[in-house]
């Protein structure tokens, strides 16, 4: 059973690291700025969905698999920098625009979804 102590240590550094903004809020203020609202709310959903995947993958055992069994690991590692890499060059790629992009479509916002579910293993 921890300490108090170190229980209070725990809740304080996870509380900082609560309210530091990190790569999803970046991810969803860009989303916002480029492509509209709609796409910046799809990509909240998409960070939520992601988080709660990974949350049952958890508690499912996937990380104690994932620690016991290198080579999946790696394998889920590669295949998050893989798509993370995929989506950066995607956006260096497009011609920078001045003017605000028209607000996506339907597929364009499912794809903004699948895209924040999928980023958020890059993480694992």
């Not at 492509?35 to 988080?51: C, D, F, P, T, Y």
């Not at 016991?68 to 590669?78: D, G």
Request: aromatic share 8%; charged share 10%.
């Amino acid at each position: 059973m921890p300490t108090s102590e170190s229980l209070l240590l725990f809740l304080g550094a996870t509380l900082a690291l609560a309210l530091t903004p990190g790569p999803d809020l970046l991810y969803i203020a860009t989303r916002s700025a480029s492509e509209g609202r709609a796409a910046g709310v799809v990509s909240v959903l998409g960070v939520s969905l992601g988080l709660v995947v990974h949350t049952f993958a958890i508690a499912f055992g996937l990380s104690a698999f994932l620690a016991t069994v290198p080579i999946a690991y790696e394998v889920v590692r590669l295949v998050g920098t893989a798509d993370l890499a995929y989506l950066g060059l995607t956006f260096l790629r497009r011609p920078p625009h001045l003017v605000r992009q028209p607000a996506a479509s339907r597929s364009r916002l499912q794809s903004v979804l699948a895209q924040r579910v999928l980023t958020h293993f890059g993480r694992w």
